[in-house]
């Protein structure tokens, strides 16, 4: 969908993981950072989604850098981000 020019913070929610990298939904961004300054968003992604879980659930986690987050000593989720080359311009998806 980000190839066809969809828009910023569209989400897509998988109903279940049958195969792949985990896959659990994606959200597509189309930031306004300088193209080389991308790298970065996988670093601020797993900071954000911790604080995300601590103030919707109460849930503790660290970071197994660069993008595992851990409960106690299993990991509840990972972050991937992939930059595209679409026809709204760059986007970047991150899947959880």
Sequence with gaps: ????GAAQALVIVADEQT???????SLL?????????WPL???MAAP??????HE??????NIKWPNNLLSGERKICGVLAEAT?????????RQG
Excluded: K
Aim: hydrophobic share 50%; charged share 20%; aromatic share 6%.
């Design 85 to 93: 080359e679409a026809a709204g311009g760059r986007a970047v998806t």
């Design 48 to 53: 954000a989604v911790g604080d995300a879980l």
């Design 19 to 25: 195969a792949g990298r985990g896959r659990y939904f």
């Design 41 to 43: 968003i996988i670093f």
């Design 56 to 61: 919707a659930a109460g849930v503790e986690t």
């Design 1 to 4: 969908m980000a190839c066809e």
């Design 29 to 37: 961004l189309r930031p306004s950072l300088a193209v080389e300054h």
